[in-house]
T-cell receptor, first 114, second 113 residues
């Protein structure tokens, strides 16, 4: 079975400060990991993915994520937060059976304070 | 280039009724997946369609069924609606290669009274 956990329901950060949204995963085999963002009354927007290769993955809107195999983590980061980054962030892992469906965490609400 | 489109955007039904939700995938995509997102939760996988067949199914009862048409569009049908079926239903499309990201529509908000 595969799963992801997002230990923080809410993260608050001041505008201009670095932000981190945490995610840990559990999967048999190689993990395929994703980050999505959801704005109010909208669907999910893809930010970035880790399939293989460099442990630091760069994505859309200045976001990046660090894959750490020993800690089974895939934390989302951004060097300088914007008020417009305030949204709901979801970490996801692909089905380890090989099907292209995703298992999502419960989400972390990020609030960037002006 | 249109992304994933879903209709309707909102729907209100009563218990016991049946509902059909529709999805048009992003241009060039051939695989459609459906997810249920209850309030305050992450999306949960319902099923996936490829080549007009259900390829994978999550832990949802048979009241949830679907269909994919030759133009890759898809429908989600839910019979005998329960109050607990109230949720945002998201459609996601992707191209057949498995490590490609899924692209999501804005969803259909289903409310059961």
């Amino acid at each position: 079975a595969q799963s992801v956990a997002q230990p923080e329901d809410q993260v608050n950060v001041a505008e201009g400060n670095p932000l981190t949204v945490k995610c840990t995963y559990s999967v048999s085999g190689n993990p395929y990991l994703f980050w999505y963002v959801q704005y109010p009354n909208r669907g999910l927007q893809f930010l970035l993915k880790y399939i293989t290769g460099d442990n630091l993955v760069k994505g859309s809107y200045g976001f990046e994520a660090e894959f750490n195999k020993s800690q089974t983590s895939f934390h989302l980061k951004k060097p300088s937060a914007l008020v417009s980054d305030s949204a709901l962030y979801f970490c996801a892992v692909r089905d380890s059976t090989g099907a292209n469906n995703l298992f999502f965490g419960t989400g972390t609400r990020l609030t960037v304070i002006p | 280039d249109a992304g994933v489109t879903q209709s309707p955007t909102h729907l209100i039904k009563t218990r016991g009724q049946q509902v059909t939700l529709r999805c048009s995938p992003k241009s060039g995509h051939d695989t459609v997946s459906w997810y249920q997102q209850a309030l305050g939760q992450g999306p949960q996988f319902i099923f996936q369609y490829y080549e007009e067949e259900e390829r994978q199914r999550g832990n949802f009862p048979d009241r949830f069924s679907g269909h994919q048409f030759p133009n890759y569009s898809s429908e989600l049908n839910v019979n005998a609606l329960l109050l607990g079926d109230s949720a945002l239903y998201l459609c996601a499309s992707s191209w057949g290669v498995m490590d490609q990201p899924q692209h999501f529509g804005d969803g259909t908000r289903l409310s059961i009274l």
